[in-house]
């Protein structure tokens, strides 16, 4: 089975801190994304990578940055947090097309909040 | 502009009967379609998908339905069991460059009462 971890299940923070959100994946995936799941919004997506150190802006990228240089690890860095920033971020991952399908796989998830 | 949309935030449903949990998308390039469950403080996991090729997928206890012309998704499930409670996400997907992202709705919430 795809096994998609995230370095915290639970951070809290400040604001104006530069907060770090860590993404491994043990299914050698080439894709890999980072969303944020909001109560009466779904899951939207912020940034993702369809390769070592390439990287796409999803729908809400402002106020995010990425960065993926190794091929299981994709991190999510908010510069400066601030409280709009709170929330459950969902890190998943992807092989290619011709094998793997559209299929994404989750993480569990960081609930982020930011004071 | 919301391109999928699940339009009942919540849905309740005795133990042992059928859900339905609908979903409505705008985007035409859309071909690709799947359907995700989540409990609280987990990740999504995927359920069940379709292809614009066909108009019905079934596992299990579990079917997809695709109305392109409405564009219109359904699932059902039958028969409900309470660890069935959870948000159902529908997504969706275009061919091309757009099949790197899924669109998801904004989820609906299945409460299956014993």
């Known amino acids: 089975d795809v096994k998609v971890t995230q370095s915290s299940r639970y951070l809290v923070k400040r604001t104006g801190e530069k907060v770090f959100l860590e993404c491994v994946q043990d299914m050698d995936h080439e894709n890999m994304f980072w969303y944020r799941q909001d109560p009466g919004l779904g899951l939207r997506l912020i940034y993702f990578?369809?390769?070592?150190?390439?990287?796409e802006k999803g729908d809400i990228p402002e106020g995010y940055s990425v960065s993926r240089e190794k091929k299981e690890r994709f991190s999510l860095i908010l510069e400066s947090a601030s409280t709009n920033q709170t929330s459950m971020y969902l890190c998943?991952?992807?092989?290619?097309?011709?094998?793997?399908?559209?299929?994404?796989?989750f993480g569990p998830g960081t609930r982020l909040t930011v004071l | 502009d919301q391109q999928v949309k699940q339009n009942s935030p919540s849905l309740s449903v005795q133990e042992g009967r059928i859900s339905i949990l609908n979903c409505d998308y705008t985007n035409s390039m859309f071909d690709y379609f799947l359907w995700y469950k989540k409990y609280p403080a987990e990740g999504p996991t995927f359920l069940i998908s379709?292809?614009?090729?066909?108009d019905k997928n079934e596992d299990g206890r579990f079917t997809v339905f695709l109305n392109k012309s409405a564009k219109h998704l359904s699932l059902h499930i039958v028969p409900s069991q309470p660890g069935d409670s959870a948000v159902y996400f529908c997504a969706a997907s275009g061919s091309g460059a757009g099949s790197y992202q899924l669109t998801f709705g904004k989820g609906t919430k299945l409460s299956v009462i014993p």
């Open positions: 379709i292809s614009s090729i066909k």
């Open positions: 998943a991952s992807r092989g290619i097309l011709r094998t793997s399908g559209r299929k994404q796989f």
């Open positions: 990578s369809y390769d070592v150190k390439m990287k």
